[in-house]
């Protein structure tokens, strides 16, 4: 007790002399409180380090672009450094055939002298970075452009800067809290449980047991009933975490349902891991489905069966559903679309610090890192967009400039239902679930008027297409729980929310322009 006690008279009064410096004007404290928590136990340290930083913390903010010098200079206010300046500098030092720069940034005016500002650089042909601890001008040297096209975009658009806002505590704090949400641990799903009900609002309200329904007869699971799943560990659980996030979806993944001729039930999934490792289409029996959910699956779904409505019941055209179905078979998951389902706007769908620059920079990195997979994820999809061909992530960037407009507004260009990419159509879990409605007639007139490729998860359970009388869900459905959900959650610890759900009718180019800002994911009308 008197160690605690100790400790907790040295924080009151690190943040006493704080106090007391602020009220100096022009006096430059010696240290700040945050610059030495990790000099205290860690028992003192960590609780006070994570209630200051938490995993988003660990995204870089967009400062502005350092130009030629005698162009623009660019000025900004750091985490640390208070006073900043950059320039940029082109010459031939190294006597190569593109030549090469030199990246000033003048740093000054810090808050306290134990402080640094860590920074992120970056063209489309490059990112790299550096940190700050002294007031005074730094220089990074580039000693060679990759080539003329990157000499020619840092003559016209310079060099993207990026701070870490949190500085290298915050950053490394912020990677603890990350790194958790893709552990297949307990402690990994409680990261991923904490930071949804942080960034989300999450209640995760427990459920009184058995968390299993007991499906021994499915003979209320009809064709096009929509089954919502929920991943809160694992690899699976920390996508899903930071795709719930940015997208303001209660779920992260979804299947269908199909009863066959005979009658047998069957799920339609995409996103079903193959022998091979691939995420591809896939048509399984329930009972092989619904095992695997049950003891292989170890990322702890929580699944809801959503009905499909009787009137919507009766319109769906099994026939066409089940073509549609098997046309897809064994087809690669929608990795080239994933992210367009989420990004409508210039800048409404991006939480702080997230912008497209920062995308921009992360497609970059990726596109060094793993250039196939970065094809997969976006440049195709890019290349749509743009109406060109076979251009490589740099040459997109290049070419967005030299057509006067945005990444931003590129990004935010609407996916097309009937774009066909190198390993043919690009359909994510819901977007095959959709466009299968849309085959099985439920779309009705509109079908030709919307783009499924543009619905996120949240999207399509906000669709009026389910069941909205409670007495007419199966007997089964949330038997065992004190509270009725309007839909069937039949696995889950957890009680399901899905806000929105079964709200809104079809329109033409619906979710085509709709912002997406957390915690309140506000939806103008007709977006």
Known sequence: ?????????????LFLFQFLSWQIHGFKTPFH?????????????????????????????????????????LEWKGACFFKNIAWLELHNKSNSQFGGGTLHIKVSNAHSWTCMDLYVFATPYRVTWDYYVLSREHTLEIKEWESQA???????????????QAGMLGTLSALWDVLPLFSNTGWGENSNIGFLKKHMGSSFEKRPQPWVTNLTNTDDIHSGDFLAI????????????????????????????????????WVGESGNENDKGEDVIALLPWEEWWEFELTKDDSNPHIALLPLHPDLRAKFNETAAWEYAKSMTDMPYGFHNL?????????????????????????TVWNQLQPAYAANMWNEALNKRLGTKNLSLPDVLVEVEKRGFSFAKLLAIPEQDDWVYSDGKSTSCVAFILEMYKEAGLFGELASSIQVTEFTIKDAYSLKFFENNSSRLPKWCNADDNVKLPFCQIRGKYR??????????????????CPSMPPKYYRPQSC
């Open 496 to 513: 399901m929310e899905l806000p929105g759900y079964n709200s809104m009718d079809l329109y033409p180019h619906m979710n085509e322009r």
């Open 339 to 363: 992210i367009f389902s989420w990004i409508d706007t210039v800048d409404g769908n991006y939480p702080s610090p997230l912008d497209a620059n920062l995308v921009a920079s992360v497609m």
């Open 230 to 265: 929920s991943k809160i560990r694992g690899r699976w659980g920390g996508f899903e975490t930071l795709e719930k996030w940015v997208s303001g979806a209660y779920a992260g993944h979804s299947a269908v349902c199909l009863r066959d001729s005979e009658g047998k039930l």
């Open 1 to 13: 007790m008197a160690v605690i006690l100790k400790n907790h008279s040295f924080i009151t009064f």
């Open 150 to 164: 990157e000499l020619e975009y840092v003559k016209h658009k310079g060099i993207s800067i990026f701070l870490m």
């Open 33 to 73: 409180p945050k610059d030495v928590l990790p000099l205290l136990p860690r028992q003192v340290s960590w609780p006070i380090l994570n209630s200051l930083y938490s995993a988003v913390d660990i995204m870089p903010a967009f400062v502005g672009v350092a130009s030629i010098e005698g162009n623009n200079t």
